[in-house]
């Protein structure tokens, strides 16, 4: 069926490097698509969105990369920071307009660890 | 309030007893969503609703599971003759509007139901 899914389910990296996370989706119907963090005992957090008009976005520290031949997504973390250690989720909306908006289909998480 | 704010943060029920769930969206946001993840990793989709309306229930067991949103009043989602395997953490979000205009999902931190 159709999901959304992460190459790398766990990702160590020191201090100040810079992380990629990555994430496949399988529907080109999917117009929008979210970056969130999630600690221990906390729900997610948003980091950042892309919707499918644009092939890049960028925030404080984060860039996210969106792929529409290949359905890649991916979320680049710059200097990465040992608070940023966490799990990370993608999660697309497929469509809006219709009632299937705001239904998001998350990606299974990629965990990523800073070693200080 | 500025933040999703779900009531209990963990809630213990016998198998076959009744829980309830709350969440107060986030002030000014139409827009309310019900979420379970299930080991720490799969989030499911159960039911979301545009103000005190049903927008999408596709997600829901319908045979135990209801949810309601009324005015001036948190969200609620209440499950009957609970089962073991609903135990899980279930999460709340709420967005802005609306239908076209993607906005982000902002999570509360979720309440833990461990069914005994």
């Known amino acids: 069926g159709e999901s959304v899914g992460l190459h790398l389910p766990t990702l160590s990296v020191q201090e100040g490097d810079n992380s990629i996370i990555n994430c496949a989706y399988s529907?080109?119907?999917?117009?929008?698509f979210i970056w969130y963090k999630q600690e221990s005992g906390k729900g997610p957090q948003f980091i950042i969105d892309?919707?499918?008009?644009?092939d890049k976005r960028q925030g404080q520290r984060v860039t996210v990369l969106l792929n529409k031949t290949v359905k890649h997504l991916s979320l680049q973390i710059a200097a990465t920071q040992p608070g940023d250690s966490a799990v990370y989720f993608c999660?697309?909306?497929?469509?809006?307009?219709?009632?299937?908006?705001?239904?998001?289909?998350f990606g299974q998480g990629t965990i990523l660890t800073v070693h200080p | 309030g500025e933040e999703v704010a779900q009531t209990p943060k963990h809630l213990v029920r016998g198998e076959g007893q009744k829980a309830k769930l709350y969440c107060a969206p986030i002030?000014?946001?139409?827009?309310v969503f019900w979420y379970q993840q299930v080991l720490k990793n799969e989030f499911k989709f159960l039911i979301s609703?545009?103000?005190?309306?049903?927008?999408?229930e596709t997600g829901m067991p319908k045979e135990r599971f209801s949810a309601k949103c009324l005015p001036n009043s948190p969200c609620s989602l209440e499950i009957q003759a609970t089962k073991l395997e609903d135990s899980a953490v279930y999460f709340c979000?709420?967005?802005?509007f609306g239908q076209g205009a993607e906005q982000p999902q902002h999570f509360g931190d979720g309440t833990r139901l461990s069914i005994l």
């Open positions: 002030k000014g946001h139409s827009y």
């Open positions: 979000a709420s967005s802005q």
């Open positions: 892309i919707r499918s008009n644009m």
């Open positions: 609703f545009q103000n005190e309306n049903v927008f999408d």
């Open positions: 529907n080109s119907a999917s117009d929008y």
């Open positions: 999660a697309e909306n497929r469509g809006a307009g219709g009632t299937s908006y705001g239904k998001l289909t």
